[in-house]
């Protein structure tokens, strides 16, 4: 599975983007799709997650009401909005995928086997 993110760029705080993440190769319908950041010097950070089987999202508490991930099954791509963007959101997004991860592991970056290049979301103040 190759994974191309997409979207990112230079926004105002208050302002919003959407990254894209588009998925190539064999994927099934037990695979799971996530974002995750890492800004300089800090560890890589968990963003949103959902499941292609169902679409159940999983977001932490710092992005509640802010981020929405979604996905296009006919498309193979996975979406993240961001919304009312802070300038501590600012990093570099991946997506990330994998199979078979298990709801208690959605948020560990070590349960995807599969990682997108990344794409660098500034946002000044």
């Known amino acids: 599975v190759q994974l191309q993110a997409s979207g990112g760029g230079l926004v105002q705080a208050g302002g919003s983007l959407r990254l894209s993440c588009a998925a190539s190769?064999?994927?099934?319908?037990?695979?799971?799709t996530g974002w995750f950041r890492q800004a300089p010097g800090q560890e890589r950070e968990f963003v949103a997650a959902i499941r292609w089987r169902g679409g159940s999202t999983y977001y932490p508490d710092f992005v509640k009401g802010r981020f929405t991930i979604s996905r296009d099954n006919a498309k193979n791509t996975v979406y993240l909005q961001m919304d009312s963007l802070k300038p501590e959101d600012t990093a570099v997004y991946y997506c990330?995928?994998?199979?078979?991860?298990?709801?208690?592991?959605?948020?560990?970056?070590?349960?995807?086997?599969?990682w997108g290049q990344g794409t660098l979301v500034t946002v000044s103040s």
């Open positions: 190769g064999r994927t099934i319908s037990t695979y799971t």
């Open positions: 990330a995928g994998g199979n078979g991860i298990i709801t208690s592991q959605v948020m560990a970056p070590s349960a995807y086997a599969y």
